[in-house]
């Protein structure tokens, strides 16, 4: 058995990282395991080790895997013959051995008798590392950049850090890379808001840092929030030819939480999505159907406050209407409607635009598919309306109303009858509806 005060010589550090442990060698051997540190359960990329003695002198090794106290938990080579510069391969799989520091132990014996010891460390973590998520400093910002830091006191180390952007129902738009500081355990950037070279556009964003430990095993942080908010270029759309054999239905007011909940329920059991654009006295109104149309996945846009003729208002009113509905929906859900904005009865005028760009709203959702619904036509003429003029891209109005409501199940299925999927703004736009144009 190896000498105790030589392993913990050899192991001394808090915690026992490999970057804490110090390997012993000698001039007549020495020993290697790569990697130093691994996951037994975990896919190939680092679920064994492999370890490589090399002698210097004719004699015999024999190669074990101690713990840090010196007690054998595994024999890979007992009295192996050696030749000088040719090695001796090993494979540890650590199968069946308890997370922690050890140490492969090569003990080599020359003809002369004269004993040689050599150290590699290696540590066995079947543990996601805890990772340290700060909030991100600012929290509310125009353009950035932004501080973002992430850490562990994993005891494999770190391997990689990233932080994932997503948005307000946690759809993925992409990733920031963290270099891993010179200390080790974590690393921070300063980011610039960009993905893929492309500026965040105004909105609420999770994020959440992800960690890499050295076996290979990927812990995440408790999700961050990130306000970004600045002045855009507001741009109409009408429907989205290009988005291919898909349909965004949408549902204005939300005037009352049982007839919003209703069409929830609906779309959460066809396992689709919506776009709810509601006026932000509803919101306040209907606080529990607001948060529900999130948790599900739904997007969010803004319809103003109180749903007034924005061309009968003055900039300022105007600005103070779309500016109240952004308010409400931080306090209510701590998200945003931005980057989706609908004008009551779809009237809009040049400050309009004006407004709901200063609010940071890029995409001023207009439609080409009213069935006109607030009539309350029978569900199946409904029905009818709104299938008979779908089309690839096409997106249709509709508002939270029980007549509505009722028609939903029935409609979601005639539109995939005729090879149309319902989708959200979210789902139709895809990570672009949340980046500056190229040239933006």
């Known amino acids: 058995m190896f000498a105790t005060s030589l392993i913990l010589a050899a192991l001394i550090g808090s915690p026992f990282t ?24 975990a896919t190939a990329r680092a679920h064994e080790t492999s370890i490589s003695v090399v002698p210097a002198v004719v004699g015999s090794a024999t190669t074990t895997v101690e713990t840090e106290l010196g007690a054998i938990v595994a024999t890979l080579g007992q009295d192996v013959p050696t030749t000088p510069g040719t090695p001796l391969a090993y494979v540890w799989t650590g199968v069946g051995v308890a997370d922690g520091a050890y140490a492969v132990h090569v003990r080599l014996t020359d003809a002369a008798g004269a004993i040689s010891d050599a150290i590699a460390p290696v540590i066995i973590d079947t543990e996601a590392p805890t990772v340290a998520f700060p909030p991100v400093l600012p929290s509310a910002t125009q353009r950035g950049p932004v501080s973002l830091r992430a850490s562990t006191a994993d005891p494999s180390g770190v391997g990689a850090i990233a932080v994932e952007v997503l948005n307000q129902i946690d759809d993925p738009l992409g990733t920031v890379p963290i270099a891993v500081g010179t200390e080790g355990s974590g690393g921070t950037v300063a980011w610039n808001l960009k993905l893929r070279r492309r500026l965040l556009l105004p909105g609420v964003y999770h994020l959440r840092a992800s960690i890499t430990d050295g076996a290979g095993n990927v812990g995440r942080s408790d999700v961050r929030l990130l306000r970004v908010s600045r002045t855009v270029k507001a741009r109409i759309i009408y429907s989205l030819p290009d988005a291919g054999n898909v349909i965004g239905l949408s549902f204005d007011d ?36 607001a948060r529900a149309a999130l948790a599900a996945g739904n997007t969010i846009g803004s319809h103003t406050w109180a749903h007034p003729q924005l061309p009968s208002l003055s900039y300022a009113e105007q600005a103070s209407q779309i500016q109240g509905d952004v308010d409400v929906w931080w306090q209510v859900a701590k998200a ?22 200063a609010a940071g709203f890029q995409w001023v959702v207009l439609w080409d598919v009213d069935p006109s619904d607030y009539l309350d036509p029978a569900p199946a003429v409904l029905v009818q309306k709104v299938v008979s003029h ?14 509505t409501a009722s028609a939903v199940p029935q409609l979601i299925r005639a539109l995939r009858a005729k090879g149309l999927e319902p989708k959200s703004m979210d789902e139709l736009f895809g990570a672009s509806s949340y980046l500056a144009p190229p040239a933006g």
Not at 272 to 279: G, M
Not at 336 to 352: D, E, Q, S, V
Not at 390 to 403: D, E, K, Q, R, T
Request: aromatic share 8%; net charge positive.
């Open 336 to 357: 945003a409607p931005t980057p989706f904005f609908r004008p009551p009865y779809g009237l809009h005028n040049a400050a309009t635009l004006r407004a709901a760009g």
């Open 18 to 41: 490999p970057r804490a442990v110090v390997p012993v060698s000698s001039a007549a051997v020495a020993a290697v395991a790569t990697p130093a540190a691994f996951n037994p359960a």
């Open 254 to 289: 939300c005037t009352k939480s049982r007839d919003m909940l209703a069409i929830v329920n609906a779309f959460k059991a066809a396992k689709a999505h919506t776009t709810f654009f509601c006026n932000g006295v509803n919101v306040r109104s209907n606080p529990d159907a």
């Open 390 to 403: 779908a089309h690839p891209g096409a997106i249709v109005v509709m508002h939270v109303n029980a007549n």
